[in-house]
């Protein structure tokens, strides 16, 4: 398996009009929020989320995006301690408008009060006197887009918050932001079983400088080489992937087929399926970055070369051919 030493020099990219510039991969902190909530994936070794993140950061990540509602806000916590611990300083990105209640029961609103409080809730439990990249999690209540967008725009007029950028928005809803302020980036999912922003999405972003950075280019696990049918049964109740249609019959045997392509074009370079899975989603110069989540340090090695990893010509035609004949 190809590793990175320690303290790697990554190229970085300019992301959308920002000033930010990020690495090709950043450390996703979803799956970090632990266990006992709606999108959990089920119970989580906090030492070992700190562990997984520093070593991302030692090895020459500069971004962790996480959400306030990842773990109920303990995600953001768990960051919080492995920055305090690492002593690094890389850019902080985190998301908005799913709230929750004392039930754990997820609510969404993008009114202006409900965003100020999230705002200071996220500060707090960060430990971070400002936010490099705020995002709106979700384009709902979809009526109060307007409010939300001039909330984001005031934050980062006060300079609470750097950049502001939207999250699973389509073209009309981020024309509608746009009119009140510029949009820095946008974050869509983007895998080979998600090719959904293609066709409007990627050419909108293009066209108005909106950076993308895509999550789930590994499809929440399912395409890292490591996934079986017998594992996906025996995962927690709690872990949402056992509600997805990608890890259940009639699309997981086609899906698993098309790991053993990933891992066969691969295996001559010395990486693993998920690897080319996140070089595929990078072949598109639009996107500026892939959000790629690991819960201990040695999946944080097994991803690490995506960073620098290309696919050729050749190779990007095999995946092509297969996913036109079978996904």
């Not at 709606?38 to 990540?61: C, N, P, Y």
């Amino acid at each position: 398996m190809a590793t990175l030493s320690l303290e790697t020099s990554f190229a970085t990219r300019q992301l959308g009009n920002s000033d930010l510039k990020i690495t090709p991969i950043g450390y996703g902190a979803w799956a970090i929020g632990g266990g006992n909530w709606e999108f959990a994936w089920g119970a989580q070794d906090d030492d070992e989320s700190v562990k997984a993140i520093e070593r991302a950061l030692d090895a020459g990540i500069n971004w962790i995006d996480t959400a306030a509602v990842y773990g109920l806000g303990h995600s953001e916590e768990v960051v919080a301690k492995a920055l305090k611990r690492s002593g690094k300083k890389p850019y902080v990105f985190t998301k908005n408008s799913m709230r929750w209640d004392k039930d754990r029961k997820i609510y969404r609103s993008l009114k202006a009060k409900s965003l100020e409080e999230e705002l200071e809730n996220s500060l707090r439990r960060l430990q971070v006197e400002t936010i490099d990249l705020y995002q709106v999690h979700w384009p709902n209540p979809e009526d109060e887009i307007e409010e939300g967008w001039e909330t984001l725009a005031r934050f980062q007029k006060q300079g609470k918050v750097r950049y502001i950028g939207v999250s699973n928005f389509n073209v009309e809803q981020m024309k509608r932001a746009q009119k009140i302020a510029p949009i820095a980036s946008l974050q869509p999912p983007y895998s080979l079983l998600n090719r959904g922003i293609e066709a409007e999405i990627l050419p909108f972003c293009e066209a108005n400088n909106i950076g993308l950075i895509n999550y789930s280019p590994m499809v929440s696990g399912l395409l890292t080489g490591k996934m079986t049918a017998e594992r996906i049964a025996k995962m927690p109740a709690d872990d949402w992937r056992k509600r997805s249609a990608n890890f259940k019959e009639p699309k997981l045997t086609k899906n698993l087929e098309l790991v053993e392509l990933l891992r066969k074009i691969g295996k001559p370079h010395g990486v693993e399926p998920g690897v080319v899975a996140i070089a595929w989603t990078l072949r598109n110069p639009v996107v500026t970055a892939a959000i790629v989540g690991a819960r201990r340090p040695d999946q944080v090695d097994g991803v690490l070369p995506a960073a620098t990893f290309r696919l050729s010509a050749a190779e990007l035609k095999q995946i092509e051919d297969f996913a036109q004949a079978n996904l």
